[in-house]
C-alpha cells in the first residue's frame, strides 16, 4: 500500500537527510536560495552527468560550452532584458503581500501579453482587480500595478569604475551561448544545422519566490541553443520537443506525470513557446522545460548591439544569413524537485511497519551501494565490511554504515535511494559470500564477494 504524495512531506525528507539546505540558514535564511546538501549535490550531478551525455556527447551535432557569468552590460540590453524582462507586479496595501498581475489574470482565463504597456496593464487590472482574492487578508486594497524588473544587479572592475550601466548576473543562461555562436564556427569544425549546450547558473529578482526549489532567485538552467537555417524551425523543431520528452522518460519519470503546454501570451524573444510540465505534488502541473523558437532575434539583436558581423556563410547553398535559434532550457531544481517526487514512496510493509523509500533510477542515485557489518562490535565484521567498501568505493558512490540495528539502516538507505545494501555476516567469514538487499523489492540473495 502506498500513500499519497506530499510535498511537504517531500521537502521535510529532502532537509532530514541532507538533500537541501535552506540558504544561509544559520542567519535566519534567505528567500529563494538554497543549498545542496551531501546527497543533493550527488544527486544534482548525476542529473547533469545524464544531460550532458545525452545532448552533447551521444550528439553528433552539438558541442558544449562554459562561459563566464558575468558579461558586458551591453549583453542585456542587447538581449532585451533590462527593458523587457519584468513582472507586472501589484501589492495589498492591508497586508503587503505582492502579487504578480499576469498570472492573477490568467487564473480568470485573461492573458496579458509581455509586451503590454504598464498603462495596457493597469486597464486590464482595473477592469478585474475585484474578481482577484488576496493569499494574505480578506478585504484587500490593491496599488496600481507596476512593471518590475528582475535582473540582479552586481558591480565589477572597470565597468563600475567607469560609472557605465550596473553589471548584472545572468538572467538567463543562454546568453553566453549567443556570443560564443562566431567563435564557435570559426573554431570547430561545426555545420549549420548545430546545437551548443551548456549548463549555467541564473539569477532572478523574483518577487515572490514560492514552492521551494520551484521558483528560486538562484537556479542552474541546462540550455541547448539549434542554430538552423532561417525557415528550417518546423521540422527541426518538433524533432527537439520528441527527444526532450523521450530523455525524461527516461529518467523514469512517468508519462502520466508529464504534458505539453504551449504559451498563449509569449514572451519578447520567442515567436513560439512550449513547455514540459510535471504533475509536482501538491503543486499540480507546472513548468519544467522551455522549449522555444526564438528565430533570429538573439543573433539579430546582438549583430546590432556589437556591430560584430553574426551572419553565417553557409557554402553548401552559397548564401549568407542570420542563423534561427531553436532553445531547450531546464531549471536543474525543477528537475530535481520532479525526479524524487516521482521516486518518492511511503509504503506499508507486510508486517505493518512504514517505509519512506526513493524508488530512483540506480543511475541517479547519490549513492549506489551501502556497505554494512552485520554488528559494529565484531572487528572480524568490520575489517572484512571495510574491504568490501574500499573495493567497491574504487567505481561506485558507496557509504559505509555500522551505527545502529541493520532494519534501521536499510530504512536510511531507502529514503536516500540507494539501490542495493550490502551485508557482511558470520556466514561471510565462512564462505565468502555476502546479503545483497534489493531497495525496491527488498528481497535478499548471497552474492560471492568477488562477483559484486
Ligand atoms: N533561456 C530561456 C529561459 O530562461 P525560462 O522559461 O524563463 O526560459 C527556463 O526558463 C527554465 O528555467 C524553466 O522552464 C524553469 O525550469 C527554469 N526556471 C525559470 N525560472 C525559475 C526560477 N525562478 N526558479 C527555478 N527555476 C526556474
Not at 538581449?79 to 501589492?91: K, M, N, R, Y
Request: charged share 30%.
Amino acid at each position: 500500500m502506498t500513500k499519497p504524495k506530499s510535498m511537504d512531506d517531500i521537502i521535510a525528507l529532502l532537509k532530514r537527510r541532507g538533500f537541501i539546505y535552506q540558504g544561509s540558514e544559520i542567519y535566519g535564511g534567505a528567500a529563494g536560495l538554497y543549498d545542496f546538501g551531501p546527497y543533493g549535490v550527488e544527486l544534482l550531478n548525476n542529473l547533469k552527468q545524464n544531460w550532458w551525455k545525452a545532448n552533447v556527447q551521444a550528439r553528433p551535432d552539438y558541442v558544449g560550452l562554459d562561459s563566464a557569468m558575468f558579461k558586458n552590460p551591453k549583453v542585456w540590453k542587447a538581449s532585451g532584458h533590462v527593458d523587457g524582462f519584468a513582472d507586472p507586479l501589484v501589492e495589498c496595501k492591508n497586508c503587503n503581500t505582492r502579487l504578480r498581475v499576469d498570472k492573477e489574470l490568467e487564473k480568470l482565463g485573461i492573458f496579458a501579453d509581455e509586451k503590454m504597456s504598464e498603462e495596457e496593464i493597469k486597464k486590464l487590472w482595473d477592469e478585474n482587480k475585484d474578481k482577484v482574492k488576496c493569499p494574505g487578508c480578506k478585504k484587500p486594497e490593491w496599488s496600481e500595478p507596476k512593471k518590475f524588473n528582475l535582473l540582479v544587479k552586481s558591480n565589477l572592475g572597470d565597468f563600475t569604475e567607469k560609472n557605465e550601466e550596473p553589471v548584472y548576473l545572468p538572467g538567463e543562461a543562454c546568453q553566453g551561448i549567443y556570443l560564443n555562436f562566431k567563435n564557435v564556427v570559426d573554431t570547430c569544425r561545426v555545420k549549420i544545422p548545430f546545437g551548443i549546450a551548456q549548463i549555467g547558473k541564473a539569477f532572478r529578482n523574483e518577487i515572490s519566490p514560492r514552492n521551494f526549489l520551484f521558483r528560486c532567485r538562484e537556479f542552474e538552467q541546462a540550455d541547448t541553443q539549434y542554430f538552423v537555417k532561417p525557415h528550417d524551425n518546423v521540422e527541426n523543431y518538433q524533432r527537439i520537443k520528441q527527444e526532450q520528452w523521450g530523455w525524461l522518460l527516461s529518467l523514469g519519470l512517468k508519462e502520466e506525470n508529464l504534458k505539453w503546454h504551449q504559451h498563449e501570451n509569449l514572451v519578447f524573444y520567442a515567436k513560439d513557446a512550449w513547455d514540459i510540465e510535471y504533475n509536482y505534488p501538491s503543486y499540480g502541473f507546472d513548468e519544467l522545460m522551455g522549449i522555444h523558437d526564438r528565430s533570429d532575434y538573439d543573433l539579430s539583436q546582438h549583430m546590432k548591439f556589437s556591430g560584430t558581423d553574426l551572419n553565417y556563410f553557409d557554402q553548401t547553398a552559397n548564401e549568407k544569413y542570420i542563423p534561427w535559434i531553436l532553445e531547450t532550457s531546464m531549471g536543474l531544481g525543477r528537475l530535481f524537485l520532479a525526479v524524487i517526487s516521482d521516486a518518492y514512496n511511503v509504503e506499508t510493509l507486510n508486517n505493518g511497519s512504514e517505509r519512506t523509500v526513493l524508488k530512483l533510477n540506480p543511475e541517479l542515485a547519490p549513492v549506489k551501494y551501502a556497505v554494512f557489518p552485520l554488528l559494529k562490535n565484531k572487528p572480524e565484521l568490520v575489517e572484512k565490511a571495510k574491504e568490501v567498501f574500499n573495493k567497491l568505493s574504487q567505481k561506485y558512490v558507496c557509504e559505509f554504515d555500522d551505527n545502529g540495528n541493520i532494519g534501521k539502516r536499510y530504512r536510511r538507505q531507502d529514503e536516500i535511494g540507494t539501490p542495493k545494501c550490502i551485508v557482511i555476516d558470520f556466514d561471510t567469514l565462512e564462505d565468502g559470500t555476502v546479503a545483497v538487499r534489493d531497495r525496491d523489492t527488498t528481497e535478499q540473495i548471497r552474492v560471492k564477494i568477488e562477483e559484486l
